[in-house]
């Protein structure tokens, strides 16, 4: 017999069964945990064996919550038995906030430095509690990363700031061995930050190997393309591996740093590289 849906919906009630999924309880208590702030940034993505995977807008909020492991543990150790969360481990990549969609520019910017306010220790919740413990524990930190003010035991820079800093130096000098390949190592080192010799030399000899694939595929194939990609870089590449200025490289030099056909292919009649004598 046919029944209305209204009288089949008002005899429905929930029925007491199985337990939630253990990392359904973390999530949902997660923003309470760790604050609205950091609760942004980050999202518990799986748990297995104890050790919950957490994601993360970048690897200075890595850095944070990776600081204060262990009063989220403690926090996460108040859940249901299911959700045992023995430790933590951080994995870069993208956060959806539950509500909609993330505001335009969350998550570009590294986290704050440390509140030093901390909740009153008297105070009966224990949230409050361990935001005031987690805010101790940043307040007694040695010393703060420059970059993006997570707390640190030494030094100036946090390690993926470090890595970062670095790694912009190497870009600047790898732009200045393809623009100004005839530049010493003074104004390169100068120019892109602060590199030491070792490090313009390992630059070098990368961009000398990514070039030179290039230009064996030019002269496997025998195919250029139009806008003179492959001359600009066999010009950058001739001015890098001889060290000669671009007025100092003869027709002679350049077949003997890339070969009579590969030569050829490249410049032809021409008469070679900018500033380069026949």
Not at 33 to 38: F, K, L, P, S
Not at 157 to 177: I, V
Request: charged share 25%; hydrophobic share 35%.
């Amino acid at each position: 017999m046919l029944r209305p849906l209204r009288a089949v919906v008002s005899e429905w009630a929930p029925v007491q069964g199985h337990a939630l999924d253990p990392l359904v309880s973390i999530v949902g208590a997660w923003e309470g945990i760790v604050g609205r702030e950091v609760a942004q940034n980050t999202r518990p993505q799986q748990l297995a064996s104890g050790t919950l995977i957490v994601v993360t807008t970048s690897s200075a909020w890595s850095q944070q919550l990776a600081f204060l492991e262990p009063q989220v543990l403690e926090a996460l150790g108040a859940l249901p038995e299911g959700c045992r969360v023995t430790r933590l481990r951080f994995r870069v990549g993208r956060v959806q906030l539950r509500g909609g969609p993330r505001p335009a520019g969350a998550g570009r910017h590294a986290p704050p430095p440390p509140s030093r306010s901390p909740a009153k220790p008297s105070d009966p919740d224990p949230i409050a509690r361990l935001r005031a413990r987690i805010s101790d524990a940043q307040t007694r930190a040695e010393a703060h990363c420059r970059g993006c003010g997570v707390p640190l035991e030494g030094g100036q820079r946090c390690a993926p700031c470090a890595f970062e800093e670095r790694r912009g130096r190497l870009e600047r000098a790898q732009r200045l061995m393809y623009e100004t390949p005839w530049l010493g190592f003074e104004a390169i080192a100068e120019h892109s930050g602060g590199l030491d010799r070792r490090d313009c030399e390992e630059v070098r000899r990368e961009l000398l190997r990514r070039w030179w694939e290039t230009l064996a595929r030019v002269e496997r194939t025998g195919r250029l393309r139009s806008d003179g990609f492959e001359r600009r870089i066999a010009s950058s590449y001739l001015l890098l591996q001889s060290g000669l200025a671009p007025d100092q490289v003869s027709r002679a030099a350049m077949r003997n740093l890339l070969g009579d056909h590969l030569e050829a292919l490249l410049f032809g009649a021409s008469e070679g590289p900018p500033g380069s004598r026949t």
